[in-house]
Structures are given as C-alpha cells and as structure tokens.
C-alpha cells in the first residue's frame, strides 16, 4: 500500500470515536499497551503487523497523543540505534542512514486521546515528505540535529565511556529499554558504550511544525 493511498482511507475515518470504528477486544488495554493504537490503525488500513521494513511501500506510519486541539502531548518514537549506533559514531551521511530511511516520507496521524479510550478519536492526517516543499526548512533541520546528536554522542562516549540523552531542536537519541536490558556494543568503540538501548524520537516541536505549516495552509 502507498501513503496516498492510506492517507484516503483515512479521511474516512477521521473525527469518528474509536467506539465506532473498534470493537471492545480491540480497544482492551490500549492505554497501557502505547503502541497498540498503532497497530489497530494498521488493520483498520489493511496493513499487516510486521517488525521489518516500511509500513508502506514509500513510507512509514506515525501515531503520537494529542489533545483536543491537535496540540502534541508526547515525543514520538523513530528507530531504536543498538544496530546503527557505529554509523551514527562515524556521521554517516544523513540520506544514507537507516534514520533517513524511516523519516524520509511519513503518513502523521495525532490521536486524540481526551477521556475513555473509546471517546478517542484520529484528529487529522499529514503526509509530511523530504520532497514536499512545505516541510524543506523541516528537513534541513532534521538534517542538522542528526550531525549534531551524532557528534554528541561520541562527545559523551570520550568524557564519560557511555552515550548519554543528546538533542536537536526537533529530533532527540534517549534510553529505550526494559527489563532485562539491552546494552549497545560499538565494533568501532570495541566497547559496550550503554548500559541498555536507546532510540531516536521527534520532540514535540517537530509535531507542532507540522501543525502550524498546515494552520497555515
């Protein structure tokens, strides 16, 4: 399935209450499980729930908590780096990245997540792209949060032996992990250089870009 394909039958189901659109079984323990609005948003677009490649045959499928004005209320999981942290350490080039590879086309979904989840509702849809100019000072930024996270983390790796919570002005590298943990090992390092995963997240401030370019619209 494509984006614009997806972001169609969305518009079908925006502003409509989950109570609607899902069954009770579908909708039991969607708040403490985060991500399984995700993956009923994925069946209810005819996606297959899998762990590899893009949710689309040009992209990925983002979800993210809002409020009822659209405003974001949570940071936004990207890709956890335990497999990439050695490209990160040697500043691969952006476009080059996996990261690249899950950011560069993204089908946005907030979810307003105001009162019993069954009261919830999808509050709008975006395809936010690399290659649409509205969103081309978005991803220069990105762009330039990535060399700056990166030289962050290899500036934490050689005053204190591990990578530590490092920022850009949209995008951030912090833990991500449960029990038992999962520390990263860096070939290039030669050395564990954490003690359990981490992940790359859009901040809020990317979500709320989003939101004033097409307020703006």
Avoid at 154 to 163: L, M, Y
Wanted: proline letters at 3%.
């Amino acid at each position: 399935m494509r984006i614009i394909d997806a972001l169609n039958k969305m518009r079908t189901i925006i502003n409509i209450p989950f109570e609607q659109l899902f069954t009770d079984a579908e909708l039991d323990n969607i708040i403490r499980a985060k991500g399984k609005t995700g993956q009923i948003l994925e069946l209810a677009l005819g996606l297959k729930l899998t762990s590899s490649g893009l949710d689309f045959e040009d992209g990925e499928l983002k979800t993210n908590k809002c409020d009822a004005s659209g405003k974001p209320l949570e940071t936004m999981f990207i890709c956890q780096i335990s497999s990439i942290i050695d490209e990160l350490l040697e500043n691969k080039r952006f476009e080059a990245t996996y990261l690249f590879s899950k950011i560069d086309r993204i089908l946005y979904v907030p979810v307003c997540k105001v009162g019993h989840p069954k009261q919830w509702y999808f509050y709008d849809a975006y395809i936010v792209g690399r290659n649409n100019a509205e969103y081309s000072e978005v991803y220069m930024q990105l762009e330039n949060d990535y060399y700056e996270i990166c030289d962050k983390l290899k500036e934490h790796i050689d005053n204190s032996g591990s990578i530590h919570t490092s920022s850009g002005e949209l995008m951030q590298v912090r833990s991500k992990d449960s029990k038992p943990y999962h520390p990263i090992y860096s070939n290039l390092m030669g050395k564990y250089i954490s003690n359990k995963n981490h992940a790359f997240y859009f901040k809020k401030e990317f979500m709320k870009r989003i939101k004033q370019i097409h307020d703006y619209e």
